[in-house]
């Protein structure tokens, strides 16, 4: 019968007892860097020891969340030590999203377990048997999955599957959130999300306000899985995560209490062949009661998104209400022997785990004899350690003396060196370090690009390149992509082929990639080989153009961070012939980073969402047509919303473009040779203005005038992200 692992969180130490006691099979917890959750109150050093060792004296495990992604300069002897102390103090497995960290892990920790974190947004299992094979152990794919899509990768890969199945929902598919840091400049890749989808938004179709049932269009109910166990379970499971590592004691541990039982009744269920699983209306009402963003949602399971959206203030309402829970220590039998001129002799047994510890000599009692009260007394004095004295076997003269303190002492001893025994299979040595921390570039281009990639998502923006570049002042070699979720553009290849001369033509795999957009792409190879290559945004992207065998060069988007060099380097050991940088990263952090085969994103509305939901289906009604939608935030910002029906996916864009046209030198500096221009929502004037301004900045070396910065934004390249 296969197991089903309660997983909870855990923000401080007190709390990380707190849901073993409650029933946890493991917890997961943020050291003091690199964790999602920056400003939780993560463990530091010495908690986090004390954390590891109870969990293990307890035969619990625990997980270190390192899911952010990581910087050049972070690649160092401080990142070396710090994922070291973890993995001498018996670490279980460690949740990462960079990349480049995987490959460190792999190489420098190769046996610890690495399990890739809902950052990746992993989708199918396509994307899950890349990262198998980079090292990962385990996958925890995007909440947004379907029960059917979960099983589906479980059949497909057998990985071991973490899903979340109680707590808060992000609008945005993990990892492909931009907002908070184009907003307030707190990235969620860096674990400072300040949450812009719990604010207001007001709604608009065509410039006319839609009428909404609230204007909080963008904020989720919490996650309630506890009813869908049993689908959980045959859907292949091995892990419940409950989100929360931000939360109080008191939600977490009663929440872990009340998954305990009802794992446990499932399994038993399963064990004995019988299917009679159903919730208590008065458990799931004391689940409410811990706390709920009116009400709760499981819809994600179903693959629908109905009735998920707040609409209204998502205050996290919550009572005040414990069970209490208290530690479930270790029973342990002491022997003692106390044989006059002997030296006094305590054992410890605890299963297979015996110690042995001996005092001074036992003399006979010349006053008051020690009695076996007295004995009793002292060795049942377990005090704050994870141990209760169940027993006590005497084997002890009658008439003797030995010091109370003495005994104290052998107790405290013998207990300490048992806690020493029973830890002593998790710790590990010290690993030596085998390389730099930084890894050198392996270039393996084979087939050279233009300098400008031109990406288009309408009819009009083709007609402007058409126009510039039949004009005589601009000839110049240009590459050209057209997204499949642009599918009038994207069945037009033979057409754009003929009738637009660009040196090449790619094709951009869809940002999220789930079953109806892996069956659009399945249904149309014969026209993904008519392209000269391919630009891929997700894993499962990646996967899916290496295991179908299509030829061509692989650019990695954006989304598919390279935010170092140890990531750059594991990309192009992938098959990646260029990446397109990372959008968070200032020109100064660009700098450190190998950009020798890197394209920068010069011109563009930046995503700043990509979600299931879909504002048009949630605010209006779902009729598969695109829409002109725009929402509106308290200070007045307008951001442009498309629903890609296609692939079924909400994208959210910045109100301004981001234009660095005016930064040749910073970006000359950097060692760009390559770059890209992103037209989504332009007419065929703005387009081809764009594109003037690109030549006589980059190809003429004309300072050319680009507008008041009240009509574009620099992005993040001059203030990028902590």
Same mark, same amino acid.
């Given at each position: ?409 052998? @107790?405290?001893?013998? &207990?300490?060196? *048992? !806690? $020493?025994? /029973?830890?002593?299979?998790? %710790?590990?040595?010290?690993? +030596?370090? #085998? ?78 990639? @789930?079953?109806?957009? &892996?069956?659009? *792409? !399945? $249904?149309? /190879?014969?026209?993904?080989? %008519?392209?000269?290559?391919? +630009?891929? #945004? ?185």
């Amino acid at each position: 019968m296969r197991n089903m692992e309660v997983l909870a969180p855990a923000g401080n130490l007190e709390i990380f007892k707190s849901v073993i006691d409650a029933g946890a099979d493991a917890v997961y917890f943020g050291g003091k860097h690199f964790s999602a959750r920056a400003f939780a109150n993560n463990f530091d050093y010495k908690e986090s020891e004390e954390a590891l060792n109870y969990a293990h004296l307890h035969g619990k495990k625990a997980y270190l969340t390192l899911n952010t992604l990581i910087k050049n300069k972070e690649f160092n002897e401080d990142l070396y030590n710090y994922i070291s102390f973890y993995y001498e103090n018996g670490l279980d497995g460690i949740i990462v999203q960079d990349i480049g960290l995987i490959k460190y892990i792999r190489e420098e920790f190769p046996d610890l377990n690495v399990h890739g974190s809902t950052q990746l947004a992993i989708c199918n299992s396509y994307g899950v048997k890349l990262l198998e094979k980079l090292g990962v152990t385990r996958i925890v794919p995007a909440r947004e999955l379907s029960l059917e899509e979960i099983r589906n990768i479980y059949e497909e890969t057998g990985m071991e599957l973490e899903v979340f199945v109680h707590g808060a929902l992000c609008y945005c598919y993990s990892g492909d959130c931009l907002m908070s840091s184009l907003i307030g400049k707190r990235s969620g890749n860096r674990g400072r999300c300040a949450q812009p989808c719990r604010l207001p938004y007001e709604a608009y179709l065509n410039n006319k306000p839609l009428k909404t049932k609230g204007s909080y269009i963008l904020s989720l109910k919490d996650l309630c899985g506890i009813n869908d166990l049993p689908s959980l379970y045959r859907s292949g499971v091995s892990s419940l995560k409950i989100e929360g590592r931000m939360k109080q004691k008191q939600y977490a541990t009663n929440v872990v209490y009340l998954y305990r039982k009802y794992v446990d009744i499932l399994l038993d269920n399963v064990n004995k062949g019988i299917d009679n699983y159903k919730v208590e209306e008065n458990d799931y009402k004391f689940l409410l009661d811990l706390g709920n963003r009116c009400g709760f949602t499981n819809s994600y399971y179903y693959g629908n998104t109905s009735d998920m959206v707040t609409f209204t203030k998502p205050s996290h309402e919550n009572k005040e209400i414990d069970y209490g829970f208290v530690e479930d220590k270790l029973k342990v039998i002491l022997d003692i022997k106390a044989k006059i001129d002997n030296p006094i002799s305590i054992t410890a047994n605890f299963k297979d785990y015996s110690i042995n510890r001996q005092g001074n000599i036992v003399e006979k009692a010349s006053k008051r004899p020690v009695t076996r009260e007295d004995i009793s007394t002292r060795l049942r004095k377990s005090g704050s350690t994870s141990f209760d004295i169940t027993d006590i076997k005497y084997e002890i003269d009658d008439n003797i003396f030995i010091p109370l303190g003495e005994i104290n002492r052998l @107790r405290r001893e013998v &207990l300490e060196e *048992l !806690e $020493d025994l /029973i830890l002593s299979k998790f %710790k590990r040595n010290k690993p +030596i370090i #085998s390389k730099d921390s930084v890894a050198k570039i392996n270039n393996t281009i084979n087939n050279n690009i233009s300098s400008l990639l031109i990406s288009v998502s309408s009819n009009e923006q083709l007609e402007a390149i058409g126009n510039i570049y039949n004009a005589k002042d601009y000839s110049i070699d240009f590459d050209l992509s057209i997204p499949v979720s642009e599918y009038e553009l994207f069945e037009k290849i033979d057409e754009i082929k003929e009738k637009y001369k660009a040196s090449r033509i790619f094709v951009e795999l869809p940002l999220v990639i @789930r079953d109806k957009a &892996l069956k659009l *792409l !399945e $249904d149309n /190879i014969s026209l993904l080989t %008519k392209y000269d290559g391919y +630009i891929v #945004s997700s894993y499962d992207g990646l996967s899916f153009v290496k295991d179908k065998g299509l030829k061509g060069i692989i650019i990695a988007g954006s989304h598919l961070y390279s935010y170092n060099n140890n990531a750059v380097n594991t990309i192009n050991n992938l098959g990646i012939d260029y990446n397109i940088s990372p959008l968070e990263l200032n020109y100064k952090e660009l700098m450190h980073r190998d950009n020798s085969n890197s394209i920068l994103t010069v011109y563009g509305r930046y995503p700043m969402m990509v979600s299931a939901n879909c504002i048009n289906k949630n605010c209006n009604t779902c009729d598969k047509k695109e829409k002109n939608i725009r929402i509106k935030d308290k200070k007045g910002y307008s951001f442009p919303v498309r629903n890609k029906c296609k692939v079924c996916y909400n994208v959210i864009y910045n109100d301004l473009p981001t234009c660095l046209l005016d930064e040749t030198e910073l970006i000359n500096k950097a060692g760009f040779k390559k770059y890209k221009m992103d037209f989504t929502l332009e007419n065929k004037n703005e387009t081809i203005d764009v594109l003037k301004r690109f030549y006589g900045s980059f190809i003429d070396n004309i300072d050319y005038y680009i507008g008041s910065e009240s009509n574009y934004t620099k992005g993040h390249f001059k203030r990028g992200v902590e």
